[in-house]
């Protein structure tokens, strides 16, 4: 069965910064796109980021030059640096795993591209 496990979330400061981590167990890591999504309060679940196979990366404009999305292939791990935090940050984060090496015709930033999602972490961040 596979699993996707978040962990790092937390209550941080504005301007702080907090580092997701999420690991890959029960399906080959290899080869497959990874992404990270966010559910605030009362919002509907949005795309992040997202990092290919090859290491192609994609963010949602919010968070361009503050997170940055990385993944440890011998460790089944994909992470999200997030800095700068602000509170508008502050959400329900999720980490998505793809069937294939990219994302499908839907785009990394679609939910549709991706198959298995985690329990989410949450992220808070005080003013």
């Known amino acids: 069965q596979v699993q996707l496990v978040e962990s790092g979330g937390g209550l941080v400061q504005a301007g702080g910064s907090l580092r997701l981590s999420c690991v890959v167990s029960g399906r080959s890591f290899s080869g497959k796109a990874m992404g990270w999504f966010r559910q605030a309060p009362g919002k509907e679940r949005e795309f992040v980021s997202a990092i290919t196979w090859s290491g192609g990366t994609y963010y949602t404009d919010s968070v361009k030059g503050r997170f940055t999305i990385s993944r440890d292939n011998a460790k089944n791990t994909v992470y999200l640096q997030m800095n700068s935090l602000k509170p508008e940050d502050t959400a329900v984060y999720y980490c998505?795993?793809?069937?294939?090496?990219?994302?499908?015709?839907?785009?990394?930033?679609?939910?549709?591209?991706?198959?298995?999602w985690g329990q989410g972490t949450q992220v808070t961040v005080s003013s």
């Open positions: 998505a795993g793809a069937p294939s090496s990219t994302c499908s015709a839907y785009g990394c930033d679609a939910e549709a591209s991706y198959t298995y």
